[in-house]
């Protein structure tokens, strides 16, 4: 009885993410043009989230700069 009632959640489960998965596809969520097999949908958000993170990166190197150049700037004042 055991084992019915595991193999019936089992079954339940996969329908259910097969279900998900045929919405998600209906809806274009799941579309992959060029065939990697990632959704097009989460390769843009990378894309987004790695052009955030550059711009994050070069405006905290800028600011280093800026700062050593103060300290520098502090040092020679204290001379």
Known sequence: MKVILIL???LLVIGGLWF???K?????LLEDKDGDFIPDVIEDKIDDVKEKVQDVKN???EKVEN???KVR???KALK
């Open 59 to 61: 405006t905290v190197n």
């Open 67 to 69: 700062t050593k150049t």
């Open 24 to 28: 998600a596809k209906s809806k274009g």
């Open 20 to 22: 998900l998965a045929m």
């Open 73 to 75: 700037n502090a040092k």
């Open 8 to 10: 019936l959640v089992v």
